[in-house]
T-cell receptor, first 111, second 115 residues
Framework: QKEVEQDPGPLSVPEGAIVSLNCTYS??????FMWYRQYSRKGPELLMY????GNKEDGRFTAQVDKSSKYISLFIRDSQPSDSATYLC???????????FGTGTSLTVIP | DTEVTQTPKHLVMGMTNKKSLKCEQHMGHRAMYWYKQKAKKPPELMFV???????INESVPSRFSPECPNSSLLNLHLHALQPEDSALYLC??????????????FGPGTRLTVL
């Protein structure tokens, strides 16, 4: 079983839709949960990270962590064509410890 | 300046060539990383430098040779590569960590093709 599972998509939504991106994991030691956005032919860009359980909001983006279910989500409100990218989740047990990336979900927002 | 720059953007090389990839950051980060990313796959960690010293080598073949000349620069020297080494090579930097810092800043990558 992989440490981190992420549905690769592709996911296609109309502009203005709410997008939900998800990852599941098996290692209960994970404490840090990151979301990266990667545009085609570019490097990943850290969107946000959370520590332990709970929600974190930044503009149109909300990250949620449910450690009891080993499930994390990234919600994008009022999605825009510029949000079209691959979204990677990543996790780590301790700060400075090994990262485990998901395989990424490809998102297209149609104008 | 929150940018990590990488040169060249694209590189095509033969299996007998020697080439180098370059990465630069001016954020004062003392940890720098090389990753390899194949199409539709997540980045795979290759090397970590912490305070200009190699701290992690993820069993990378010796045809890849990293170098950290100073705290702002990271090079990856390539020699006798194989076609399966074709990939996007990403550089990243962060504050120092035991292994991988949480807030890593990635460069745009060098797309390498080995013929």
């Amino acid at each position: 079983q992989k440490e981190v599972e992420q549905d690769p998509g592709p996911l296609s939504v109309p502009e203005g839709a709410i997008v939900s991106l998800n990852c599941t994991y098996s290692n209960s030691a994970f404490q840090y949960f990151m979301w990266y956005r990667q545009y085609s032919r570019k490097g990943p860009e850290l969107l946000m990270y959370t520590y332990s359980s709970g929600n974190k909001e930044d503009g149109r983006f909300t990250a949620q962590v449910d450690k009891s279910s080993k499930y994390i989500s990234l919600f994008i409100r009022d999605s825009q064509p510029s949000d079209s990218a691959t979204y990677l989740c990543a996790m780590s047990a301790f700060t400075g410890n090994q990262f485990y990336f998901g395989t990424g979900t490809s998102l297209t927002v149609i104008p | 300046d929150t940018e990590v720059t990488q040169t060249p953007k694209h590189l095509v090389m033969g299996m007998t060539n020697k080439k180098s990839l370059k990465c630069e950051q001016h954020m004062g980060h003392r940890a720098m990383y090389w990753y390899k990313q194949k199409a539709k796959k997540p980045p795979e960690l290759m090397f970590v430098y912490s305070y200009e010293k190699l701290s992690i080598n993820e069993s990378v073949p010796s045809r890849f040779s990293p170098e950290c000349p100073n705290s702002s620069l990271l090079n990856l020297h390539l020699h006798a590569l194989q076609p399966e080494d074709s990939a996007l090579y990403l550089c990243a930097s962060s504050q120092p960590a035991r292994r991988q810092g949480i807030e890593q800043f990635f460069g745009p990558g060098t797309r390498l093709t080995v013929l």
